[in-house]
């Protein structure tokens, strides 16, 4: 056993920061990848020239946050608590030994106050648009999904409150031709008042009034935030939208679609889970010339009863045939936008399957068919082909994997910030701090590839003169 005795913690030598960075390191990669200089054009209308105290440099505050969701570090106060001892940190920031580092309060107010959320946005979009400049990004097939991320708020402090129904963005649209459906069969149009909107009582966090009540399956019930976000089958995150935790996917959907599909109109397919399998979402995409690939919804049917597939549609007489081949008609188009069939009460009394068909007392069966059905049966289809089998099963190895890295590696699995503008923003960074990441990860790899193919032309005599050559002499050549 050897015991230390020479104390070097006091050691004075002459260093350079510059030689105490390995060169593999994350930050040096990232340095390389991209021209921080363009991060002036962004916040320069938020500077005063000739007025207030000498400011901190903006890319520095920029690169702070970059390093608070690079590492997943827990908080911006412990971000710069680790840049004071961290010598990787410091060199990316262009700081000494010595140099003061800034008040966590500082960076805090600059993205809080400061600098709009749009600052965000626009950083986002510089490193996106960096990495398809690269070629790295493929966005021929997307993956969309949302998560959800613990907002900072007590579960146990909260009030009920009644709040307006949210507004269906395809609303009117569905209106219209809810309208010339019932024309069509017969029937008047529906009454204004039959369709007002109306109200609905919801649970509201007293710490953050902005966050929704969450609960899904046996998880625990908590206050949550959401991220709808859109990938391409590299995982470099395409766009993103941040909701109340108990926004369900499919309303948050148009956004999201409208704005990815006007950066990438080179999208044809799009993937996603059964949460999307609505007929709006399948004719929005499909009426754009687009697919959608989607799974197998299991029926939500009682056990012991029919399931919903084994009522046949004939299109041509308009009506269902039921398992007993007994036709159900035509009764009516509810604001809903589904298409009620009724079968006759007397046949069903005498049914022999009328115990698994209904449990109605005056035994009368009702399918409902929605206007738009024809588009989910063109997404099963889809489904069903090897281009639709292939694309829903890269999702485990795209968009679930970006979540499982942002809630792992990226400490996205809870936050500390308060109020949907402030998430919004910091969802942004941290989705833009992974794009970058793998940007910087696979620029690195790719100067590696090339400098190795420079050297081939003078190896291969080498190799020829030594046909028993190892690849470690090959290394060391």
């Known amino acids: 056993m050897l015991k230390r005795i020479a104390d070097e913690r006091h050691e004075v030598k002459i260093v350079c920061l ?21 991060i002036y054009p962004m916040v320069e209308e938020y500077y005063c020239e000739d007025d207030g105290r000498p400011a901190v440099d903006p890319v520095v505050l920029v690169k702070i946050v970059l390093i608070w969701h690079l590492f997943g570090i827990r908080s911006l106060r412990q971000t710069l608590k680790d840049i004071a001892v961290n010598l990787a940190y410091r060199w990316f920031l262009g700081f000494g030994f010595d140099t003061s580092i800034p008040h966590f309060a500082t960076v805090s107010y600059a993205f809080a106050a400061r600098f709009p959320n749009e600052v965000s946005e626009e950083i986002f979009a510089w490193v996106l648009e960096a990495a398809v400049a690269k070629g790295y ?26 709040a307006k129904a949210t507004a269906r963005i395809y609303g009117e649209q569905l209106r219209e031709e809810i309208n010339a459906d019932r024309e069509a069969h017969g029937k008047q149009p529906l009454k204004e008042k039959e369709r007002a909107e109306g109200t609905k009582e919801k649970t509201v966090s007293v710490t953050d009034p902005e966050c929704g009540l969450y609960q899904k399956g046996e ?6 935030y959401e991220a709808h976000t859109v990938c391409d089958k590299h995982g470099f995150i ?54 959608v690939s989607l799974p197998y919804k299991r029926p939500m049917t009682k056990d012991g009863f029919f399931r919903k597939y084994e009522y046949v549609y004939d299109e041509y007489y308009d009506c269902i045939l039921c398992p007993a081949n007994n036709i159900l008609k035509y009764s009516t188009t509810n604001r809903d936008g589904y298409r009620e069939y009724k ?57 679930e994997r970006t979540f499982a890295d942002a809630k792992e590696k990226h400490a996205m699995r809870y936050t500390t910030i308060r109020g949907l503008a402030r998430v919004r923003s910091w969802v942004g960074l941290k989705f833009a701090a992974m794009n970058l990441k793998k940007l910087a990860v696979w620029t690195a790899k790719n100067l590696f590839r090339r400098w190795i193919c420079s050297f081939i032309p003078s190896i291969v005599p080498f190799v020829a003169q030594k046909p028993s050559v190892t690849l470690r002499q090959m290394a060391v050549f």
């Open 219 to 224: 998880h625990e019930v908590q206050f949550a």
């Open 137 to 162: 990004v493929k966005a021929e097939i997307a993956f969309l999904d949302g998560t959800h991320v613990k907002a900072s708020a007590n579960k146990n402090k909260k009030r009920k409150e009644q």
């Open 343 to 399: 079968s006759d009460p007397k046949i069903c009394a005498n049914c022999p399957f009328l115990s698994q068909c209904t449990q109605s007392k005056n035994h009368q069966k009702t399918v409902t068919r929605h206007i738009w059905e024809d588009y989910i049966e063109q997404a099963e289809d889809f489904r069903h082909t090897p281009e639709g089998k292939a694309s829903y099963s890269k999702r485990k190895e795209t968009i």
């Open 238 to 291: 395409l766009g993103y939208e941040v909701t109340p935790g108990n926004v369900h996917d499919s309303v948050a959907f148009d956004v999201v679609y409208e704005d990815v599909t006007r950066k990438f109109p080179e999208i044809n397919t799009l993937t996603m889970d059964a949460a999307y399998k609505t007929p709006w979402i399948c004719k929005r995409i499909m009426d754009d010339g687009r697919q």
């Open 18 to 38: 510059e030689d105490l960075v390995p060169e593999d390191h994350l930050l040096r990669k990232v340095e390389k990848a991209v021209d921080f200089n363009e």
